[in-house]
C-alpha cells in the first residue's frame, strides 16, 4: 500500500497537526507502509526526522500573489515557481506572514473554490503530481481547508481520497460570520469527494459531522500515537521543595494561559511553593495577548516563567518530566491534545478542562482530572488538591504513564488507519461533475 499525506506547514512554527501527520507518516512506514508525505503552503517544522518532500505545493507566497493579482495569474510558470523553493519560504515566513484567520477570509474562499479560484494553475500542478507521477493507492488530506483540490483530483485519480478533521473549526470559527459561513458551504459541497473523513475523538466526529453536514458514518476514528522512546518518567525524582505547574502548548486565547495564571496566583496564597513554568510557540498574532499575560502575572515574580518553545524533543521531554502536574485549560474545545499523552508518558497527571476531546483522553488513560471549562476557582480546587495529596498525584501519574503507553501507541494508530482505509467503499462512481456554469475567479 502507497499512501500520500497532503500536509499544510504552519508558516514556521511547530504546528501539532503537521508534526502528528508528521509522526503518522513515520509510523505507517515502519509498519511497511510507502508513504509521501506532501508539505503545502510551507514546509513543515518539527522537532523529529522531518519525513516531508522537498517540493512545497499550494507555496505560500504563490498562493497570495495569485489571489491578489490576476497578472501574477497570467505569467509563464517558469517566472513565478522559483517562489515556491522551501528555503525561500522559510525565509519569508520569519517575518511574521499573519496566519490569522481573520485576515484570510476572501483568500480561503478562493482556495476552495479550486478550479474555479485563483490557484486553478496551483491545483493542476498538485493533481498531476498524484495522478500522473506519484500514483499512490491511498490520498489523503490533513485539513479540509485543502478540498478546494478534491474535486479535480477525483476526476484523474481513481484511488480513494480521506481528510484528516484535526482542528479545522478553530480557523473557521475565526472568519468573519460572512466568510465563515461561506467556507462551510464549499467543504460541504465537496465533501461528496472523499471517501471518508478521520478524526481523534468522537466528540470531534460529531462535532464536524454536524457543522459540515455529513452523516457519522462517513467517519473513523484513529487514535492520536506518539513514539514513547523520547518520554519517560525521571529515573530519579527531584529534592527540591517547589511544587511545579506546567503549561506546555501553542501560546495563544485559545489554549488558556491567563486562566493558569490566575489559578496559580490563588493557589500560592496557600502553597507559596508553587511556580508556573509554561513553554510553547509564540508566533507574531499572540504577541499582544502574551504581553497581557505577563503583565497580569507581575505580581508573582519569578514563580512564572516563560521557557520558549523548545528546540528538539529531546528538551521538550526534559521540561515535561521536570513537572509536577500539567494543564492546559483550554477554553477552545481541542480536538486532539497531544501535549496531554506526551507529559502523561513522561509520568507527569494532568489537569484539564471537562469538554472537547479531554474527557475521552482521560476515561482512556486515567491520568489525571477534570474541571469545570472556564472556571478558575474549579481549576484552582483541582490543582490544590493534587498539591496535598501526593498518594493521589502518585497513583494518577502511574495509572496514566501505563495505559497511555497500551491505547494511544505508534501500532494502535498505525493498525485503525490501516483498517478505516480498507474498510471505506470507494465513491469513485459517485464523483461530482464539475459546474460548467461556474466561471473562474476575475
Given at each position: ?412 494508530m498505525t493498525n485503525a488507519t490501516v483498517s478505516a482505509f480498507e ?20
Open positions: 500500500m502507497h499512501v500520500a499525506i497532503i500536509t499544510a506547514g504552519g508558516a514556521g512554527m511547530f504546528c501539532g497537526s503537521c508534526m502528528h501527520d508528521n509522526t503518522w507518516a513515520r509510523a505507517l512506514r515502519d509498519a511497511g507502509v510507502e508513504v509521501t508525505l506532501i508539505p503545502t503552503y510551507t514546509p513543515i517544522r518539527v522537532d523529529e526526522e522531518d519525513l516531508s518532500s522537498q517540493r512545497v505545493f499550494f507555496g505560500g507566497i504563490n498562493v497570495y500573489l495569485e489571489h491578489k493579482s490576476k497578472l501574477w495569474r497570467k505569467l509563464p510558470r517558469w517566472m513565478t515557481s522559483w517562489l515556491n523553493h522551501p528555503s525561500l519560504i522559510r525565509f519569508a515566513t520569519g517575518f511574521g506572514i499573519s496566519n490569522d484567520a481573520k485576515e484570510l477570509g476572501e483568500l480561503t474562499l478562493d482556495m476552495l473554490d479550486g478550479e474555479y479560484g485563483s490557484q486553478r494553475r496551483d491545483v493542476d500542478e498538485l493533481v498531476s503530481f498524484i495522478a500522473d507521477d506519484l500514483k499512490p493507492d491511498i490520498v489523503c488530506f490533513s485539513n479540509a481547508l485543502l478540498a478546494g483540490a478534491v474535486r479535480s483530483l477525483r476526476q484523474e485519480y481513481n484511488g480513494k481520497i480521506f481528510c484528516t478533521l484535526q482542528g479545522d473549526d478553530i480557523f473557521l470559527d475565526g472568519l468573519s460570520d460572512e466568510h465563515r459561513q461561506g467556507a462551510i458551504d464549499r467543504i460541504s459541497s465537496r465533501a461528496a469527494d472523499f471517501d471518508g473523513f478521520l478524526v481523534h475523538s468522537n466528540y470531534y466526529r460529531d462535532h464536524m459531522a454536524a457543522m459540515l453536514r455529513l452523516p457519522v458514518e462517513k467517519f473513523a476514528h484513529i487514535p492520536l500515537g506518539i513514539d514513547f522512546s523520547g518520554f519517560s518518567p525521571l529515573e530519579q525524582p527531584r529534592t527540591d521543595n517547589e511544587f511545579r505547574i506546567g503549561y506546555f502548548a501553542r501560546i495563544c486565547p485559545e489554549k488558556g494561559l491567563h486562566l493558569l495564571v490566575e489559578s496559580v496566583r490563588r493557589i500560592r496564597t496557600q502553597h507559596p511553593d508553587v511556580r508556573l513554568i509554561a513553554g510553547g510557540y509564540l508566533g507574531s498574532r499572540d504577541a499582544a495577548y502574551f504581553e497581557s499575560v505577563t503583565k497580569a502575572a507581575e505580581d508573582l515574580g519569578d514563580a512564572f516563567e516563560y521557557i520558549g518553545s523548545p528546540d528538539n524533543q529531546s528538551v521538550k521531554a526534559g521540561f515535561l518530566q521536570s513537572l509536577d502536574v500539567l494543564s492546559v485549560p483550554a477554553p477552545y474545545k481541542e480536538p486532539k491534545g497531544i501535549y496531554v499523552l506526551e507529559v502523561l508518558a513522561c509520568g507527569v497527571p494532568v489537569v484539564q478542562p471537562a469538554h472537547g476531546a479531554y474527557p475521552e483522553m482521560l476515561a482512556k488513560t486515567q491520568g489525571g482530572l477534570l474541571f469545570e471549562p472556564g472556571d478558575v476557582d474549579d481549576l484552582a480546587e483541582k490543582l490544590s488538591g493534587l498539591i496535598v495529596d501526593s498518594a493521589k498525584r502518585t497513583e494518577l501519574a502511574t495509572r496514566g504513564n501505563t495505559l497511555v503507553r497500551e491505547r494511544y501507541s505508534l501500532t494502535a474498510a471505506f467503499p470507494h465513491n469513485a462512481t459517485d464523483v461530482i461533475s464539475a459546474d460548467p456554469d461556474r466561471q473562474e475567479t476575475p
